[in-house]
C-alpha cells in the first residue's frame, strides 16, 4: 500500500503494526503505530496485544514484510490488508506524521528521579517477576494489562518503561505513546543498561 492508503486505512480504524527493532522504531516511526519486532517473541505478543476484529497494515524493513504477514497468518491474524510500501523511507515528505520515543539510561533516571517532577515509572514484567525484585517506587502493569491501564497513568508527567530485556518496553512505549503518552515523554529503560 502507498502512504496515502495505508492513512485511509488508518481513518477507518486499522491496526498499524511496525515490526522492525525497537531502536529504529524509537528512532522515528508512523504516529499511532504498535511496534512488536520481529525478532524476539513475536508471535506471542501480537497473539496478545492484537484484535482480532480489525485489519492490519504492516510496516516493516524491506524485505521483511511477507515474512511478518505469513507469521501473523499462522497465529490467526489473517486479516492483514497489507504493507507499507517502502517502509519508513515512505515518510520522507511527511515529518507531520512521524514521531519519536526517547530511550533513557540507568545513570539518567536515577538523576532526573531526585528532581521535582520526577517521571513515573512503570515495570511492565509480570507480577511474579515483579515480587522477585523491583525498583522501589516502580508502579507494576504487566504489558497485557497496560492498554487497559493506560489512561490511568498521568499525561503531566514523563512515562519510563522497563522490563528485563528490553522486548516488552518497547512494545509498552509504542502502546502509550498510542494512548497519548507522545511527544518525547515515553522513555524506555533497557534492563542491559541498569546498574543494580
Given at each position: 500500500?502507498?502512504?496515502?492508503?495505508?492513512?485511509?486505512?488508518?481513518?477507518?480504524?486499522?491496526?498499524?503494526?511496525?515490526?522492525?527493532?525497537?531502536?529504529?522504531?524509537?528512532?522515528?516511526?508512523?504516529?499511532?503505530?504498535?511496534?512488536?519486532?520481529?525478532?524476539?517473541?513475536?508471535?506471542t505478543?501480537?497473539?496478545?496485544?492484537?484484535?482480532?476484529?480489525?485489519?492490519?497494515?504492516?510496516?516493516?524493513?524491506?524485505?521483511?514484510?511477507?515474512?511478518?504477514?505469513?507469521?501473523?497468518?499462522?497465529?490467526?491474524?489473517?486479516?492483514?490488508?497489507?504493507?507499507?510500501?517502502?517502509?519508513?523511507?515512505?515518510?520522507?515528505?511527511?515529518?507531520?506524521?512521524?514521531?519519536?520515543?526517547?530511550?533513557?539510561?540507568?545513570?539518567?533516571?536515577?538523576?532526573?528521579?531526585?528532581?521535582?517532577?520526577?517521571?513515573?515509572?512503570?515495570?511492565v514484567?509480570?507480577?511474579?517477576?515483579?515480587?522477585?525484585?523491583?525498583?522501589?517506587?516502580s508502579?507494576?502493569?504487566?504489558?497485557?494489562?497496560?492498554?487497559?491501564?493506560?489512561?490511568?497513568?498521568?499525561?503531566?508527567?514523563?512515562?519510563?518503561?522497563?522490563?528485563?530485556?528490553g522486548?516488552?518496553?518497547?512494545?509498552?512505549?509504542?502502546?502509550?505513546?498510542?494512548?497519548?503518552?507522545?511527544?518525547?515523554?515515553?522513555?524506555?529503560?533497557?534492563?542491559?543498561?541498569r546498574?543494580?
Amino acid at each position: 500500500l502507498n502512504l496515502a492508503q495505508v492513512l485511509q486505512w488508518t481513518d477507518s480504524g486499522v491496526q498499524l503494526l511496525d515490526v522492525r527493532d525497537a531502536i529504529d522504531f524509537e528512532g522515528a516511526h508512523l504516529a499511532g503505530t504498535l511496534n512488536i519486532a520481529i525478532q524476539g517473541k513475536y508471535a506471542t505478543w501480537c497473539g496478545t496485544m492484537l484484535s482480532q476484529d480489525k485489519p492490519i497494515v504492516v510496516i516493516a524493513d524491506s524485505g521483511r514484510e511477507e515474512e511478518a504477514i505469513v507469521r501473523l497468518a499462522r497465529i490467526g491474524f489473517d486479516n492483514v490488508v497489507g504493507y507499507l510500501n517502502g517502509g519508513m523511507d515512505s515518510l520522507q515528505d511527511r515529518p507531520d506524521l512521524v514521531k519519536q520515543i526517547d530511550r533513557i539510561t540507568a545513570v539518567a533516571l536515577a538523576e532526573k528521579w531526585t528532581t521535582s517532577g520526577s517521571p513515573v515509572i512503570v515495570d511492565v514484567r509480570s507480577e511474579t517477576e515483579w515480587a522477585a525484585g523491583h525498583i522501589p517506587g516502580s508502579l507494576n502493569i504487566p504489558l497485557n494489562h497496560l492498554r487497559e491501564r493506560a489512561s490511568a497513568l498521568a499525561h503531566d508527567h514523563t512515562v519510563v518503561v522497563h522490563c528485563e530485556g528490553g522486548y516488552r518496553s518497547a512494545i509498552a512505549a509504542s502502546l502509550l505513546a498510542q494512548a497519548g503518552h507522545g511527544d518525547g515523554r515515553v522513555g524506555q529503560l533497557r534492563a542491559a543498561q541498569r546498574t543494580s
